[in-house]
């Protein structure tokens, strides 16, 4: 198990150091054998000044097409307001081959397999953290600046990876936290169906923290 925050590791989609994950997996590729079924590896600018953290994989979505939010609802919202702020190429992100690009941004997620039920155990998200410690290395080695975590996962996670507390940086929609190494962590509840249908997340109170972080950026 990688719970060492400090330890970076580099991400590959035959990584099977969680059972119950690899096992899930593997029926998943016998019941849809065209999905990818795999580890999801992260996606976008190889320079970014945002880096966005997700959940998981979507069982039609990235577990399907092997890039994350892509194929599902949950990644409508997020690639429509990625483009109407100008981080991506353009607006719907349907599969590997579709030509999306996306600018000053990165798009990785906390656990990198489907999990049953949407819903990854704590023993996952630590095995899974040192390679989300690995890529918030190479980001800000990029000189990125924004985190956006996309709900309470996400942000247990990405803080776990840097080696700090939660209970230091409370999660709340738009709640902003300034953390060492001049990185910022903006929160947002995650652009799900759930999360979107219920209005929990309306398109703007997801586009208000995309205008937040964009000026903090200096790229409006």
């Given at each position: ?6 330890m ?5 989609i035959?990584c099977r150091k969680c059972?119950?994950?690899a ?5 998943i590729?016998?019941?849809c054998?065209g999905y990818?079924?795999?580890?999801v ?13 997700g959940?998981a ?11 994350p939010f892509?194929g599902?609802f949950?990644?409508?919202?997020l ?19 579709d030509?999306l690009?996306?600018i000053?941004c990165?798009?990785t997620n906390a656990?990198k ?6 819903k990854?155990?704590?023993?996952e998200?630590k ?8 890529e ?6 990029s000189?990125?600046?924004a ?6 996962v ?7 990876a840097l080696g700090?507390?939660?209970k230091?940086y409370?999660?709340g929609?738009?709640?902003i936290h300034?953390l060492?190494?001049?990185l910022?962590?903006?929160?947002s509840y995650?652009c799900s ?6 209005k929990r997340l ?17 790229l409006?």
């Amino acid at each position: 198990m990688v719970s060492n925050n400090s330890m970076h590791d580099k991400f590959s989609i035959n990584c099977r150091k969680c059972p119950r994950l690899a096992e899930f997996l593997n029926q998943i590729k016998i019941d849809c054998p065209g999905y990818h079924a795999k580890p999801v590896p992260d996606f976008g600018d190889i320079s970014p000044r945002l880096l966005i953290i997700g959940l998981a994989p979507g069982m039609h979505g990235a577990n399907r097409t092997g890039r994350p939010f892509t194929g599902d609802f949950a990644g409508i919202l997020l690639y429509k307001t990625l483009y109407k702020y100008g981080f991506s190429n353009q607006a719907e992100s349907n599969s590997m081959t579709d030509g999306l690009q996306l600018i000053r941004c990165r798009i990785t997620n906390a656990v990198k397999c489907l999990p049953p039920e949407n819903k990854p155990e704590l023993s996952e998200i630590k095995n899974c953290n040192g390679y989300l410690s690995a890529e918030i290395e190479n980001f800000k080695a990029s000189r990125g600046m924004a985190l956006l975590a996309l709900g309470t996962v996400a942000h247990r996670a990405g803080l776990m990876a840097l080696g700090l507390k939660s209970k230091d940086y409370p999660f709340g929609h738009g709640s902003i936290h300034m953390l060492p190494n001049n990185l910022t962590l903006y929160d947002s509840y995650h652009c799900s169906r759930y999360n979107t249908q219920t209005k929990r997340l309306t398109t703007n109170m997801f586009e208000q923290v995309f205008e937040r972080i964009n000026a903090d950026l200096g790229l409006r």
